[in-house]
């Protein structure tokens, strides 16, 4: 049974996350939850300062969100039929975005959150939001990115860019092995060479991921190169792929490439599906 978080502010981007998970996972067994996390647009000093109750406000809103909630999944029996393997739950939480996610994965085992997402001025550079940015960032949690306007495609071919850096072992690469087994992908890791041999650590870590992927369609590419997002690029172009993947880790590649001043260069020609992988919560 999966377990999948779906964000939503009821815009045509989060229908349009929202109908790729539901056909990503049509033949698997899964719990789908629809959390809007809503903060009111106005409010009146004495609201901020805590009496909501005595102007209904909280109230009213709450009731729309969850009247809201309660028609998208109507919507989504309407347009993709009853599937027996499915089942829906709403939540209405007067929240932020990303602490609304971080209180709601305390209650409940959350696999996978599958967001839509966009850039926050439209402009066409920029690939994500501020929400998303904070999502990626705070959340422990395999998340997929939908870019705004993506038609489904079935994620025959995945890219996987990695510095072999990454205890694999230690993160969330579950997910990305249940999609490609049954979807039949074919995984591209990609690993950017910049002229030097792989370290005994990257061997090892590379023997690691090829072990964990033996069951699968899986190829190495040791691409000599040009920078990062060319390689990345040039890449998509050539095999047509249709998800790209990538471990966010402390010091990893991920955290280089994307969050040290490369917001605006990674939406570069990306406009497919985004699976950033984190590291598994130690416990001890």
């Not at 009821?10 to 790729?20: D, H, L, M, P, Q």
């Not at 647009?41 to 009213?60: N, S």
């Not at 997929?144 to 890219?159: D, K, N, Q, R, T």
Request: net charge negative; hydrophobic share 40%; proline share 4%.
């Amino acid at each position: 049974m999966k377990h999948i978080l779906l964000p939503t502010d009821f815009s045509e981007n989060a229908w349009n996350a929202i109908t790729y998970a539901i056909t990503l996972f049509k033949n698997e067994d899964s719990t789908f939850y629809l959390l809007n996390a809503y903060t009111p647009v106005i409010y009146h000093v004495e609201y901020v300062l805590g009496y909501p109750a005595q102007f209904g406000l909280g109230d009213v809103i709450r009731t729309n969100a969850q009247e809201n909630l309660n028609e998208t999944v109507s919507k989504i029996k309407e347009e993709f039929g009853i599937n027996p393997k499915h089942t829906f739950e709403t939540e209405a939480r007067f929240d932020t975005l990303t602490s609304g996610i971080k209180a709601f994965m305390e209650k409940h085992p959350i696999d996978l959150i599958v967001m839509g997402t966009k850039g926050a001025t439209g402009a066409k550079e920029i690939l994500f939001g501020s929400n998303t940015v904070h999502v990626f960032k705070e959340i422990k949690c395999p998340i997929l990115a939908i870019p705004f306007g993506f038609e489904y495609e079935s994620p025959h071919e995945v890219l996987f860019p990695t510095d072999l850096e990454v205890d694999y072992n230690k993160t969330h690469l579950d997910i990305l092995h249940d999609i490609a087994k049954s979807h039949h992908s074919r995984v591209n890791a990609m690993h950017i060479s910049t002229g030097y041999d792989l370290t005994d650590l990257q061997e090892k870590n590379k023997s690691r991921l090829e072990l964990m992927f033996e069951d699968t369609a899986f190829l190495f590419h040791d691409i000599k190169s040009m920078n990062i997002l060319e390689g990345i690029n040039a890449f998509q172009v050539k095999y047509k792929i249709n998800l790209l993947v990538m471990i966010n880790n402390k010091h990893s590649f991920f955290e280089n490439l994307f969050f040290k001043n490369t917001i605006n260069q990674i939406g570069f020609h990306l406009n497919i599906p985004f699976l950033v992988i984190p590291p598994k919560k130690i416990e001890h």
